[in-house]
């Protein structure tokens, strides 16, 4: 069995008095998630996080890392992914996507998320971070 490790968060904005989540589409899959990558070499999840999403969308972001839910599932056979993520405000909105692995980035607004959302888990993950958004 092959073990991977990715680390990303659900990136959120107060937007004219609705709280919205980014959200990004797969060049290659065609899948709405969220902003993720694989952990690097002496990286923390936490630097993990921050870098990935820089990366994909070109927002800056505060983390909350109380904020922690884990996702696993088996993106080939015999590889088993976890992917950790956090909760993060963004510091900034206008948003750069990395051609090479994003098609499509979008605020979506927090109670239309799980209809653009691809994967239950994802959607499960979106409900849990909407309570510590709303808090």
Not at 26 to 41: D, I
Not at 94 to 112: P, S
């Amino acid at each position: 069995m092959t073990y991977e490790k990715s680390c990303g968060a659900i990136v959120y904005r107060r937007h004219h008095g609705n709280i919205e989540l980014l959200l990004i589409k797969h060049v290659n899959s065609g899948h709405w998630s969220f902003p993720k990558g694989h952990v690097e070499p002496d990286e923390s999840e936490s630097e993990t996080a921050s870098r990935e999403i820089m990366e994909e969308t070109g927002i800056d972001v505060i983390l909350d890392t109380s904020f922690r839910e884990i996702v696993t599932y088996y993106p080939k056979k015999e590889t088993r992914k976890n992917v950790i993520y956090f909760l993060a405000k963004a510091k900034n909105f206008d948003f750069k996507k990395q051609d090479e692995e994003i098609e499509e980035i979008k605020w979506v607004d927090m109670g239309n998320v799980n209809a653009v959302l691809t994967y239950e888990n994802d959607k499960t993950i979106a409900e849990k971070a909407k309570k510590m958004i709303t808090l």
